[in-house]
């Protein structure tokens, strides 16, 4: 019975331990039985020797379920071993912006850039965040005590393959770190109130135009621009400067 079982569980590669053991243990019984048998002692000579060839079997399989288990192991930790790596240089790889000036480009430091300027991302994607400028709005849009500032984002897909923009992220504060409210005015036609949307091929660019409402006593004051194109794949850059 040790042995069938023992044959049993060795077509299952990860119970290996209990194969050898059973297999061990019919064979020590097979033995025995085995040895009464020709001894006179007992009369199952024939279950004594199924037990021993058995019991043999078991334990081949117990090293054939090993020798699979340690492969498997040995795989799996490879293929894990290469996610992780895959996944380090991704990050490690994970575009940010630089400024470019006029002598060439340099990379950005922990300043925001000035309105106008141009972040370039490693992989050749690049933004720009013009100067915002104080624009009309219809009187069904206008807010009593804010005026309104438009800014004009363009982002030129300098890579060599199609850029996902759907999920690009615009946001605007006032010079106190303050959110602005962005605004809509449908009667100015969509080209208003289009922002960044869609996915440029290489070589082509988006231009998205978002309005907001600054507070009058803030009118005139600092602003900042700050633009997370696309997705997750790429760091958020910011612009600021004084605006009229």
Not at 3 to 21: A, D
Not at 113 to 141: C, I, M, W
Request: hydrophobic letters at 40%.
């Amino acid at each position: 019975m040790l042995g069938v079982i023992g044959v049993g569980c060795g077509f299952v590669p990860f119970l290996f331990w209990l194969t050898v053991l059973l297999g061990i243990l019919a064979l020590i019984f097979g033995i025995v039985g085995w040895s009464r048998a020709r001894n006179g002692v007992a009369t199952n000579k024939p279950m004594a020797i199924a037990g021993t060839v058995l019991g043999g079997i078991a334990c081949v399989l117990s090293v054939v379920g090993l020798l699979l288990t340690v492969s498997f192991v040995r795989d799996v930790k490879r293929d894990f071993d290469k996610e992780t790596k895959e996944l380090e240089s991704s990050a490690s790889a994970d575009p940010s912006p630089s400024e470019e000036e006029d002598d060439g480009r340099t990379k950005a430091d922990s300043h925001s850039l000035d309105f106008g300027k141009t972040a370039r991302y490693a992989n050749g994607l690049k933004v720009t965040v013009a100067q915002p400028e104080k624009t009309e709005l219809s009187e069904h849009s206008a807010k009593e005590g804010y005026v309104a500032y438009m800014v004009v984002v363009t982002i030129d897909n300098g890579t060599d393959k199609t850029v996902d923009l759907d999920l690009t992220t615009v946001k605007a504060r006032d010079g106190d770190g303050a959110g602005l409210e962005r605004t809509y005015d449908f009667r100015k036609g969509v080209s208003f109130n289009q922002g960044i949307t869609g996915r440029p091929h290489a070589g082509k660019s988006l231009t998205g135009t978002y309005v907001y409402l600054v507070p009058e006593k803030k009118a005139g004051d600092r602003m900042e621009i700050s633009v997370e194109p696309g997705s997750i794949t790429y760091k958020e850059a910011a612009w600021s400067g004084p605006v009229k």
